[in-house]
Protein backbone atom coordinates (compact mmCIF):
# COMPACT_ATOMS: atom_id res chain seq x y z
CA UNK A 1 0.00 0.00 0.00
CA UNK A 2 1.23 3.44 -0.84
CA UNK A 3 -0.41 6.62 1.49
CA UNK A 4 -0.49 9.45 0.11
CA UNK A 5 -0.71 11.86 3.04
CA UNK A 6 -2.54 15.32 1.95
CA UNK A 7 -6.44 16.25 0.89
CA UNK A 8 -9.02 15.76 -1.79
CA UNK A 9 -8.68 19.11 -3.20
CA UNK A 10 -4.76 18.94 -4.03
CA UNK A 11 -4.99 18.35 -7.40
CA UNK A 12 -1.28 17.18 -7.25
CA UNK A 13 -2.32 14.52 -4.72
CA UNK A 14 -5.24 13.19 -6.64
CA UNK A 15 -3.28 13.52 -10.23
CA UNK A 16 -0.71 11.27 -8.29
CA UNK A 17 -3.08 8.97 -7.33
CA UNK A 18 -4.41 8.76 -10.83
CA UNK A 19 -1.41 7.58 -12.03
CA UNK A 20 -0.41 5.33 -9.04
CA UNK A 21 -4.10 3.64 -10.22
CA UNK A 22 -3.43 3.47 -13.86
CA UNK A 23 -0.25 1.06 -12.95
CA UNK A 24 -2.12 -1.23 -10.43
CA UNK A 25 -0.23 0.16 -7.62
CA UNK A 26 -2.27 0.21 -4.63
CA UNK A 27 -2.89 3.51 -2.93
CA UNK A 28 -4.47 5.67 -0.51
CA UNK A 29 -5.41 9.25 0.29
CA UNK A 30 -4.77 9.95 3.97
CA UNK A 31 -6.23 13.26 5.38
CA UNK A 32 -4.85 14.12 8.85
CA UNK A 33 -8.30 16.31 9.43
CA UNK A 34 -9.97 13.89 9.29
CA UNK A 35 -8.34 12.70 13.09
CA UNK A 36 -9.61 12.88 15.77
CA UNK A 37 -13.00 13.22 15.22
CA UNK A 38 -14.02 10.89 12.27
CA UNK A 39 -11.02 8.17 13.06
CA UNK A 40 -9.28 6.16 15.73
CA UNK A 41 -5.46 6.14 16.44
CA UNK A 42 -4.08 2.54 17.86
CA UNK A 43 -0.76 1.75 18.44
CA UNK A 44 0.30 -1.61 20.04
CA UNK A 45 3.18 -3.29 21.60
CA UNK A 46 4.36 -5.89 21.51
CA UNK A 47 4.63 -6.15 18.13
CA UNK A 48 4.28 -2.38 16.95
CA UNK A 49 1.00 -2.78 15.80
CA UNK A 50 -0.27 0.89 14.26
CA UNK A 51 -3.87 1.82 12.61
CA UNK A 52 -5.37 4.90 11.86
CA UNK A 53 -9.11 3.93 11.50
CA UNK A 54 -9.01 1.06 8.53
CA UNK A 55 -5.62 1.64 7.78
CA UNK A 56 -2.82 -1.02 8.82
CA UNK A 57 0.44 0.81 8.78
CA UNK A 58 2.60 -2.58 8.61
CA UNK A 59 0.66 -2.69 4.85
CA UNK A 60 2.03 0.30 3.94
CA UNK A 61 5.57 0.17 2.14
CA UNK A 62 5.49 3.73 1.11
CA UNK A 63 4.52 7.28 1.87
CA UNK A 64 4.18 11.03 0.05
CA UNK A 65 4.08 13.61 2.51
CA UNK A 66 2.41 15.78 0.42
CA UNK A 67 0.13 18.40 2.15
CA UNK A 68 -0.90 17.07 5.48
CA UNK A 69 -3.98 18.80 6.72
CA UNK A 70 -4.21 20.33 10.13
CA UNK A 71 -5.87 18.10 12.73
CA UNK A 72 -9.12 18.80 13.83
CA UNK A 73 -10.29 18.50 17.81
CA UNK A 74 -13.53 17.70 18.91
CA UNK A 75 -15.98 20.44 19.31
CA UNK A 76 -16.65 19.22 23.75
CA UNK A 77 -12.82 20.22 24.00
CA UNK A 78 -13.48 23.98 24.92
CA UNK A 79 -10.99 24.94 27.16
CA UNK A 80 -8.01 26.42 26.08
CA UNK A 81 -5.71 24.93 28.53
CA UNK A 82 -7.83 21.22 27.80
CA UNK A 83 -7.07 22.35 23.97
CA UNK A 84 -3.67 22.75 23.97
CA UNK A 85 -3.16 19.40 26.03
CA UNK A 86 -5.03 17.76 23.49
CA UNK A 87 -2.73 19.12 20.80
CA UNK A 88 0.59 18.27 22.70
CA UNK A 89 -0.86 14.52 22.96
CA UNK A 90 -1.46 14.24 19.14
CA UNK A 91 1.55 15.92 18.54
CA UNK A 92 3.10 13.40 20.26
CA UNK A 93 1.66 10.38 19.42
CA UNK A 94 2.07 11.27 15.33
CA UNK A 95 5.58 12.30 15.51
CA UNK A 96 6.47 9.01 17.33
CA UNK A 97 4.41 7.04 15.04
CA UNK A 98 6.04 8.61 11.74
CA UNK A 99 9.60 7.63 13.43
CA UNK A 100 8.05 4.43 13.57
CA UNK A 101 6.89 3.71 10.70
CA UNK A 102 9.27 0.99 8.30
CA UNK A 103 8.11 2.76 4.96
CA UNK A 104 9.83 4.50 2.24
CA UNK A 105 9.30 8.40 2.42
CA UNK A 106 9.43 11.18 0.22
CA UNK A 107 9.83 13.08 2.00
CA UNK A 108 9.97 12.02 5.72
CA UNK A 109 8.42 14.62 7.99
CA UNK A 110 11.65 15.31 10.07
CA UNK A 111 13.71 15.59 6.79
CA UNK A 112 10.60 17.90 5.23
CA UNK A 113 10.39 20.52 8.65
CA UNK A 114 14.80 20.66 8.46
CA UNK A 115 14.51 21.11 4.79
CA UNK A 116 12.07 24.09 4.51
CA UNK A 117 13.56 26.20 6.81
CA UNK A 118 15.09 28.86 5.01
CA UNK A 119 18.44 29.79 6.92
CA UNK A 120 19.46 26.13 6.95
CA UNK A 121 19.21 26.02 2.93
CA UNK A 122 21.14 28.72 2.47
CA UNK A 123 24.18 27.39 4.84
CA UNK A 124 24.10 23.79 3.03
CA UNK A 125 23.44 25.46 -0.34
CA UNK A 126 26.27 27.66 0.23
CA UNK A 127 28.47 24.94 1.95
CA UNK A 128 27.80 22.88 -1.41
CA UNK A 129 29.19 25.17 -3.87
CA UNK A 130 26.12 26.84 -5.53
CA UNK A 131 26.33 30.58 -5.64
CA UNK A 132 23.40 32.52 -3.47
CA UNK A 133 22.51 35.84 -2.79
CA UNK A 134 23.81 38.01 -0.60
CA UNK A 135 21.17 38.03 2.34
CA UNK A 136 20.81 39.41 5.69
CA UNK A 137 17.78 38.19 7.97
CA UNK A 138 17.79 40.69 10.99
CA UNK A 139 15.47 42.06 13.32
CA UNK A 140 17.33 44.72 13.61
CA UNK A 141 16.76 47.76 12.01
CA UNK A 142 20.63 49.09 11.86
CA UNK A 143 21.58 46.21 10.26
CA UNK A 144 18.37 46.22 7.97
CA UNK A 145 19.34 49.88 6.88
CA UNK A 146 23.09 48.85 6.43
CA UNK A 147 22.51 45.74 4.22
CA UNK A 148 19.82 47.53 2.51
CA UNK A 149 22.39 50.66 1.50
CA UNK A 150 25.41 48.72 0.60
CA UNK A 151 22.98 46.31 -1.70
CA UNK A 152 20.50 48.15 -3.66
CA UNK A 153 18.17 47.24 -5.11
CA UNK A 154 17.23 44.69 -2.62
CA UNK A 155 14.26 42.61 -2.50
CA UNK A 156 12.63 41.58 1.20
CA UNK A 157 10.40 38.57 1.51
CA UNK A 158 8.87 36.47 4.49
CA UNK A 159 9.80 32.87 5.96
CA UNK A 160 6.60 31.57 4.98
CA UNK A 161 2.78 31.26 4.36
CA UNK A 162 -0.71 30.14 4.42
CA UNK A 163 -3.47 29.78 2.22
CA UNK A 164 -4.95 32.74 3.61
CA UNK A 165 -1.58 34.63 4.45
CA UNK A 166 0.29 34.67 1.32
CA UNK A 167 3.47 37.17 1.21
CA UNK A 168 5.25 37.57 -2.47
CA UNK A 169 8.69 38.41 -3.05
CA UNK A 170 8.95 42.37 -3.11
CA UNK A 171 11.22 44.62 -4.72
CA UNK A 172 11.91 47.32 -1.77
CA UNK A 173 10.89 50.64 -2.78
CA UNK A 174 13.40 53.87 -1.32
CA UNK A 175 9.71 54.96 0.34
CA UNK A 176 9.27 51.78 2.16
CA UNK A 177 13.10 52.39 3.63
CA UNK A 178 11.28 54.69 6.69
CA UNK A 179 9.69 51.72 7.77
CA UNK A 180 12.50 49.14 8.08
CA UNK A 181 12.02 50.38 11.90
CA UNK A 182 8.92 47.65 12.01
CA UNK A 183 12.00 44.90 11.34
CA UNK A 184 11.91 44.71 14.99
CA UNK A 185 8.62 42.83 15.24
CA UNK A 186 9.79 40.16 13.68
CA UNK A 187 13.17 39.13 11.39
CA UNK A 188 12.61 39.90 7.77
CA UNK A 189 14.74 38.09 4.81
CA UNK A 190 16.66 40.78 2.72
CA UNK A 191 18.27 39.74 -0.40
CA UNK A 192 20.19 41.50 -3.11
CA UNK A 193 17.97 41.97 -6.22
CA UNK A 194 19.07 39.25 -8.83
CA UNK A 195 18.47 40.15 -12.33
CA UNK A 196 17.72 37.28 -14.77
CA UNK A 197 15.54 34.29 -15.80
CA UNK A 198 13.52 32.18 -13.28
CA UNK A 199 14.47 28.44 -13.32
CA UNK A 200 12.25 25.56 -11.66
CA UNK A 201 14.01 23.05 -10.91
CA UNK A 202 12.06 20.15 -10.03
CA UNK A 203 13.98 16.98 -8.08
CA UNK A 204 12.67 13.42 -8.12
CA UNK A 205 14.64 10.67 -6.76
CA UNK A 206 17.80 10.99 -9.37
CA UNK A 207 15.68 12.62 -11.83
CA UNK A 208 15.98 16.73 -12.41
CA UNK A 209 13.58 18.32 -14.52
CA UNK A 210 14.39 22.23 -15.12
CA UNK A 211 12.10 24.47 -16.70
CA UNK A 212 12.47 28.84 -17.58
CA UNK A 213 9.64 31.25 -16.54
CA UNK A 214 9.81 33.88 -19.04
CA UNK A 215 8.24 36.38 -16.83
CA UNK A 216 6.05 38.79 -19.50
CA UNK A 217 6.52 42.16 -20.36
CA UNK A 218 3.64 43.60 -18.37
CA UNK A 219 4.54 41.11 -15.82
CA UNK A 220 6.26 41.29 -12.72
CA UNK A 221 9.86 40.32 -12.62
CA UNK A 222 10.61 40.05 -8.86
CA UNK A 223 8.02 37.06 -8.18
CA UNK A 224 6.92 34.98 -11.51
CA UNK A 225 4.08 33.77 -9.13
CA UNK A 226 2.12 37.30 -9.25
CA UNK A 227 1.65 37.10 -12.83
CA UNK A 228 2.58 33.67 -13.78
CA UNK A 229 -0.19 32.89 -16.18
CA UNK A 230 1.17 35.58 -18.76
CA UNK A 231 4.42 33.75 -18.53
CA UNK A 232 6.19 31.44 -21.33
CA UNK A 233 7.75 28.44 -19.71
CA UNK A 234 9.60 25.68 -21.35
CA UNK A 235 11.99 23.07 -20.58
CA UNK A 236 15.15 23.84 -20.72
CA UNK A 237 18.91 22.28 -19.91
CA UNK A 238 21.55 22.78 -17.19
CA UNK A 239 25.44 22.13 -16.96
CA UNK A 240 26.27 18.85 -15.57
CA UNK A 241 28.24 20.26 -12.94
CA UNK A 242 25.39 22.27 -11.94
CA UNK A 243 23.06 18.91 -12.05
CA UNK A 244 25.85 17.42 -9.97
CA UNK A 245 25.55 19.93 -7.28
CA UNK A 246 21.71 20.16 -6.95
CA UNK A 247 21.92 16.14 -6.28
CA UNK A 248 24.53 16.29 -3.35
CA UNK A 249 22.00 19.56 -2.28
CA UNK A 250 19.41 16.76 -2.21
CA UNK A 251 21.48 14.19 -0.63
CA UNK A 252 22.30 16.69 2.28
CA UNK A 253 19.10 17.58 3.09
CA UNK A 254 17.87 14.07 3.08
CA UNK A 255 14.98 14.56 0.26
CA UNK A 256 13.61 12.66 -2.21
CA UNK A 257 11.32 15.35 -3.72
CA UNK A 258 11.78 19.38 -3.76
CA UNK A 259 10.78 21.95 -5.86
CA UNK A 260 14.29 24.63 -6.56
CA UNK A 261 14.07 28.39 -7.32
CA UNK A 262 17.29 29.42 -9.13
CA UNK A 263 17.75 32.19 -11.41
CA UNK A 264 19.82 32.30 -14.49
CA UNK A 265 21.68 35.77 -14.45
CA UNK A 266 22.10 37.64 -18.02
CA UNK A 267 26.26 37.43 -17.60
CA UNK A 268 25.07 32.81 -17.18
CA UNK A 269 25.43 32.28 -13.73
CA UNK A 270 23.21 29.84 -11.67
CA UNK A 271 22.01 31.73 -8.76
CA UNK A 272 20.28 29.15 -5.97
CA UNK A 273 17.10 31.50 -3.98
CA UNK A 274 15.27 28.54 -1.88
CA UNK A 275 13.96 24.73 -2.27
CA UNK A 276 10.47 23.71 -1.11
CA UNK A 277 10.09 20.49 -0.33
CA UNK A 278 6.46 19.89 -1.04
CA UNK A 279 6.34 22.48 -3.76
CA UNK A 280 4.17 22.36 -6.70
CA UNK A 281 5.09 20.96 -10.04
CA UNK A 282 1.95 20.91 -11.86
CA UNK A 283 2.18 24.38 -13.62
CA UNK A 284 5.62 23.46 -15.15
CA UNK A 285 4.42 19.84 -15.93
CA UNK A 286 1.43 20.96 -18.33
CA UNK A 287 2.86 23.87 -19.68
CA UNK A 288 6.76 22.56 -20.58
CA UNK A 289 5.79 18.66 -21.11
CA UNK A 290 7.75 17.38 -18.81
CA UNK A 291 6.59 13.91 -16.76
CA UNK A 292 7.31 14.88 -13.33
CA UNK A 293 4.04 12.96 -12.05
CA UNK A 294 4.88 9.80 -13.44
CA UNK A 295 8.59 10.06 -12.30
CA UNK A 296 7.28 10.50 -8.77
CA UNK A 297 4.32 7.52 -9.34
CA UNK A 298 7.19 5.34 -10.57
CA UNK A 299 9.55 6.46 -7.34
CA UNK A 300 6.36 5.70 -5.00
CA UNK A 301 5.51 2.23 -6.89
CA UNK A 302 8.60 0.82 -7.08
CA UNK A 303 9.60 1.20 -3.15
CA UNK A 304 11.03 -1.27 -1.07
Not at 16 to 36: C, F, I, M, S
Request: proline share 6%; glycine share 6%; with cysteine.
Amino acid sequence: MIVVVSAQRDLHAMRVLEELQRRGAPATLLDLGEYPQRSHLSLQFPGARFSLGDLDFSRVRAVWWRRPQPFVLHDEVRDESDRAFAWGEIDAAFNGLWLSIDAFWVNHPSRDEEASRKVYQLKIAEEIGLRIPRTCITSDPRAARAFVDEHTPAIYKAFGGTETAWRETRLLKPEETEHLDHVRFAPVIFQEYVRGVDLRITAVGDAIFPAAIHVAPQGYPVDFRMTMEHAHIEAVTLPASLLAQLRAFMQRLGLVYGAIDMRLTPDGEYVFFEINPSGQWLFIEDAAALPITAALAEVLANAR
